[in-house]
């Protein structure tokens, strides 16, 4: 079995249909091709999260903060080149060459390697400690990462210890449902989305519990510009 195989058995994907992606069109939007498996396994499972943690980038995204062609792939990397151009915190990878591909509810950043360019099926994946200074690398693919955490038998420091005491298992996320014509859309508030985008806008927010006010408010008043 592959490592895909290996993962489909111990994390099923969703039952239903997920939309196929134009991934010609993705690659093109991006301007990079990406990874075989990473398209395999948008197209199994499509946008959502495994073990309530750990989000992938999708095309398909209902909002732009978990979308691999959004906005955050460019912010995120920007912020780290500030970063290093600043000395804040040290970066172990030419920020060029990383490229964000997902994020965790504790603000941890996942990036593809993208080195050598050319040949995305060699890519390593790498994360960032949220707000700190450490780095962590797979020497690896995201399947082959996915499958190591997830089985158990690799420890991401940079992780909680209790992500696997619920079991293994994948959400999908919530389509986005369309307002009727004429009607101002409204939008829940997802606490995952705020803390995405308030850090990557330079807030201090907490990984757990209640998202100040001051923020969500910021958050609101950016949706509506």
């Known amino acids: 079995m592959t490592a895909i195989d290996n993962l489909f058995a111990i994390c099923p994907a969703?039952?239903?249909?997920?939309?196929?992606c134009d991934w010609a069109a993705v690659e093109r939007t991006l301007g990079m091709p990406l990874p075989s498996d990473y398209k395999r396994l948008a197209d199994a499972y499509g946008p959502g999260a495994f073990c309530g943690f750990?989000?992938?980038?999708?095309?398909l995204a209902p909002t732009e903060w978990v979308n691999l062609t959004g906005p955050m792939p460019g912010t995120i990397r920007n912020q780290l080149q500030r970063d290093r151009d600043r000395g804040t915190h040290p970066v172990p990878h030419a920020p060029q060459n990383l490229f964000?591909?997902?994020?965790?509810d504790n603000g941890n950043y996942l990036f593809w390697v993208t080195d050598p360019s050319s040949t995305p099926d060699r890519w390593h994946i790498t994360i960032n400690e949220a707000r700190g200074p450490r780095w962590y690398t797979?020497?690896?693919?995201?399947?082959?990462?996915?499958?190591?955490?997830?089985?158990?038998?690799?420890?991401?420091p940079l992780f909680p210890r209790d992500i696997l005491?619920?079991?293994?298992?994948?959400?999908p996320s919530a389509p986005s449902s369309p307002e009727p014509p004429g009607v101002q859309p409204t939008r829940a508030l997802n606490s995952n989305e705020i803390r995405a985008w308030a850090r990557a806008h330079g807030y201090e927010v907490p990984d757990r519990g209640r998202i100040p006010a001051t923020i969500v408010d910021a958050w609101k008043q950016a949706q509506h510009r």
């Open 165 to 171: 005491d619920q079991g293994v298992y994948f959400t």
């Open 54 to 59: 750990l989000h992938l980038y999708h095309p």
């Open 138 to 156: 797979h020497d690896g693919g995201i399947t082959d990462f996915l499958l190591a955490v997830l089985s158990g038998g690799e420890s991401v």
């Open 100 to 104: 964000p591909m997902g994020v965790t």
């Open 14 to 20: 969703p039952h239903g249909t997920t939309p196929a």
